[in-house]
């Protein structure tokens, strides 16, 4: 296998105590959130438009650990364990490449003894080795040497619908809260 296609910053995918208040935070600032994930277990998944395909993304656990310095990665086994990492935290840092590519770089990845993961966001069958209709975003995860763990994404659609942010957006209480996305604002008449 040659240079591996990336094409730049996928997302990095922080962990936040109050969902609300970080997605209010970075779209006052500019940066628009297109898609909100429920979590197993209550927690929720951002992803925040950064320009040029690439997203900033946050996640929130229900009982994620306090803001601890040094416990930044996540178990080695998330089917087993989860992917839950503490407040302030790196989760995981994801590099874009093609969806047509995903195939062969996954089986180079393999070829090589890297252990690989897939997940088909969205889908009814995540796990499975192929993507759906329902798919969003098509992942493979592995760890670096030391145990960093790393994303080769491949989005599927264009982000931002009303349905992708239809799950709202929780406090730290674990409350929805009367929030509308920047995208799903009615323009200000002029």
């Known amino acids: 296998m040659s240079n591996v296609p990336t094409r730049g910053l996928s997302h990095v995918a922080l962990v936040c105590s109050d969902m609300y208040e970080t997605v209010k ?12 994930e429920e ?7 951002s992803f925040h438009d950064m320009g ?5 993304s946050y996640m929130t656990f229900a009982d994620a ?6 416990i930044a990665s996540q178990p080695l086994d998330i089917r087993k364990d989860g992917a839950k990492t503490a407040i302030a935290s790196m989760n995981h840092v994801a590099l874009d490449i093609p969806a047509e590519r995903f195939d062969e770089i996954l089986a180079a990845m393999r070829a090589r003894g890297v252990t690989v993961r897939t997940i088909n966001h969205g ?5 499975g080795e192929k993507p759906d209709a329902d798919t969003w975003i098509r992942s493979m995860y592995f760890r670096d040497p030391d145990g960093i763990a790393f994303e080769f994404a491949s989005l ?3 982000l931002g619908t009303k349905e992708d942010l239809a799950p709202g957006v929780k406090n730290a209480k674990g409350e929805r809260v009367d929030y509308t996305p920047v995208l799903l604002r009615k323009p200000a008449a002029a």
């Open 39 to 45: 979590l197993p277990g209550g927690g929720q998944h």
């Open 52 to 56: 040029a395909g690439a997203m900033l």
């Open 156 to 158: 599927l659609r264009e």
């Open 123 to 127: 889908s009814s069958d995540p796990f």
């Open 65 to 70: 650990p306090a803001f601890a310095p040094g």
């Open 25 to 36: 935070f970075w779209e006052e600032i500019g940066i628009p959130l297109v898609k909100m």
